[in-house]
């Protein structure tokens, strides 16, 4: 069964969310506050409902606090449905993003894609495959319909990190910053899109039409989504 976690102040919605995913076969546990949250993370959940706005603290904050030991999906349920918000929701690690207020059913079926990417992605850590396309973490290898693919170091680190974070938007600031050391060295959004280009062309069946790295037009990039 999986189990999730509901943060959210508002004593209405927590209780409707509780219900529905109970309803759906879910075991869920209600919490109102970041303390209380952080109470109950010493627990293993399969995904968690984070409201940004808390009593006693900051969503995004205990988001980022959550990506630091953990893996655990997060969906930031939030009033603040400005492009701004989103993108800062995803630049501290949430998987997907839901404005108040919502219906329970688009919630439940956000879920369950969230769920389901995550679940695929864990069941070999060290081999991902997606469409014909094959990496093989353990021996930092990879191919495309059978055949290998050969990529510089830096096109493999940008094409994991984009792997692992399936299912997340991921800015060309935050590429940038975690492919490159921009604390010494200045790398322009040039050179990002320079690397995206070469993998495409490396990987992509269709370069002028990826289903592997897609981009998320004024934000990023994803993978496969």
């Known amino acids: 069964m999986y189990s999730i976690l509901i943060v959210e102040d508002d004593i209405i919605i927590n209780g409707g969310i509780k219900v529905y995913l109970e309803k759906q076969g879910y075991e869920a546990v209600s919490v109102y506050t970041v303390s209380e949250a952080r109470a109950q993370l010493t627990k293993a959940f399969s995904l968690i409902l984070l409201d940004i706005n808390l009593p006693d603290g900051n969503g995004l904050e205990l988001c980022r606090e959550i990506r630091n030991t953990s893996d655990t999906p997060v969906i930031f349920l939030t009033a603040n449905d400005t492009e ?16 108040k207020p919502f219906s329970v059913g688009i919630l439940g079926q956000r879920i369950k894609a969230v769920i389901r990417r995550s679940s695929a992605n864990n069941r070999n850590p060290d081999l991902f495959s997606f469409k014909g396309l094959t990496v093989d973490f353990r021996r930092m290898s990879v191919t495309s319909e059978g055949e290998p693919v050969k990529l510089s170091a830096t096109e493999y680190k940008l094409l994991k990190l984009l792997i692992k974070n399936k299912g997340q938007v991921l800015t060309r600031t935050v590429l940038i910053e975690k492919i490159w050391d921009c604390a010494e060295n200045y790398i322009d959004e040039n050179t990002l899109s320079v690397h995206i280009r070469r993998l495409r062309q490396k990987l992509e069946p269709d370069p002028k039409n990826p289903v592997y790295i897609i981009t998320v037009f004024g934000i990023g990039y994803t993978f496969g989504e």
């Open 84 to 99: 701004e918000n989103m993108i800062e929701g995803f630049e501290y690690g949430c998987d997907d993003y839901i404005s």
